[in-house]
């Protein structure tokens, strides 16, 4: 697959497997860099086809007021019970240690919904 080079220096779009050398000879900011603008560019595709669902949820299944007055947070609730759907789709599939590309990038993406629900972008603190 082609691909052009950004600005930047970055390469998006370019489906390639790094190899455990070219992980050590590589810048791994740069490896990193293009690992997550390919994730941001799959999960803003997401978003602009299947609309903003799981931040904003339109209750069609679940009683949302319900599940909030029970002292529970109904998107996070929304978002852990894809996840674990995810997960089990893993878990389940015949070919053990056989993990998928859209499993990963749906999980990683559920991740980053609950931290974008919950206003987690400084991790600072957390890299100590």
Known sequence: MESEECENGLWHGMVHKYTPEEVDSLNFKLALSNTLGGI?????GKNEKYGNAALDPEGDFVDLDTITEMGLDPILLGILYRLDEKMARVRNNPKIGD??????????????????????????????
Do not use: M, P, T, Y
């Open 40 to 44: 941001q560019e799959f999960l803003e």
């Open 99 to 128: 993990i998928r590309k859209n499993d990963v990038v749906d999980l990683i993406g559920g991740l980053l919904l609950i931290c974008i629900h919950k206003g987690w972008d400084d991790f600072s603190s957390e890299a100590e």
